[in-house]
């Protein structure tokens, strides 16, 4: 038996098993990846969960073509050194009988856009978070009004683990990355980065929603919202690019943490 007299050591002892999640729906990009980087620098255990789920998609959205490519995830995975990837399955987790929700009062943006949305991610995530039980979850900045209702839920129902939160991954033209880019075509891709100049331009402006209306290109936006994420102050939008949908933000004041 290990004795352990000092509280640094205790401590330390009590960490030997920091577990870190990396909540997921596949379709591995950077963005993931910086995710799981940063839980395998943090955690001792690193736990990668790969679950499409079908809760926070609206009926006539895009979960059938959803790209899936499990093998090439787990290559991934298992090449950054993950320890575990859980990978259940729609039954696993929705068996019948199913009924108990968590609906987070949430306001604007996706939440109006995508009606039942946040209420698919927050029960997801409680469940995954009560199964794996990490010390931290991590997710993207890429998603930012996700990360607002999930540390309200953490907050308001004293979930005992701690959220982190990464700075958007984006390729070298600016267009953060998403499993979605891969509906677009080369041309589509060429107009989708009106989204991430639009917000840009937002971002020095004095009036950051209408510069960043203003600046969208001929693109449809679905709404340009502030949106206010612990300390930090986030414009963000979603427009689509033919039948493709893509969100984006970026910061205007504080530290998104
Ligand atoms: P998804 O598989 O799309 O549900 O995303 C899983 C996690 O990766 C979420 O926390 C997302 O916010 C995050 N993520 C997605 N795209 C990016 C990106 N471009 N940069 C950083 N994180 C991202």
Not at 94 to 116: I, L, M, N, S
Not at 203 to 232: I, Q
Request: charged share 25%; glycine share 8%.
């Amino acid at each position: 038996m290990k004795s352990v007299r000092t509280v640094a050591e205790m401590k330390q002892v009590a960490q030997s098993h920091k577990v870190g999640l990396v909540p997921t729906m596949g379709a591995f990009h950077e963005g993931h990846l910086s995710l799981i980087r940063a839980a395998r620098e943090e955690c001792d255990f690193v736990v990668v969960s790969l679950f499409l789920n079908p809760a926070q998609f609206g009926a006539n959205e895009d979960l059938d073509r959803y790209p899936r490519d499990q093998e090439r995830d787990a290559r991934l995975a298992e090449e950054e050194s993950v320890d575990v990837l859980f990978v259940p399955s729609p039954d696993e987790m929705y068996p019948d009988g199913f009924g108990t929700w968590v609906d987070v009062d949430a306001q604007g943006g996706e939440a109006v856009a995508r009606p039942g949305h946040f209420r698919g991610v927050a029960t997801v995530c409680l469940k995954l978070f009560n199964i794996v039980r990490p010390d931290v979850a991590y997710f993207g900045q890429k998603d930012a009004q996700q990360v607002a209702v999930l540390r309200r839920m953490v907050g308001d129902l004293n979930v005992p683990l701690e959220l982190r939160v990464l700075p958007t991954v984006r390729d070298v033209d600016g267009l953060a990355l998403s499993s979605r880019n891969a509906y677009l075509t080369p041309a589509q891709r060429r107009e989708a980065l009106a989204l991430p100049r639009a917000l840009e331009a937002g971002r020095t402006a004095a009036d950051p929603v209408s510069a960043a209306r203003a600046a969208l290109n001929g693109l449809e936006p679905e709404y340009v919202d502030l949106l206010r994420v612990g300390e930090a102050t986030l414009l963000t939008a979603a427009t689509r690019v033919g039948t493709t949908r893509l969100i984006d933000n970026v910061v205007l004041e504080g530290e998104l943490r």
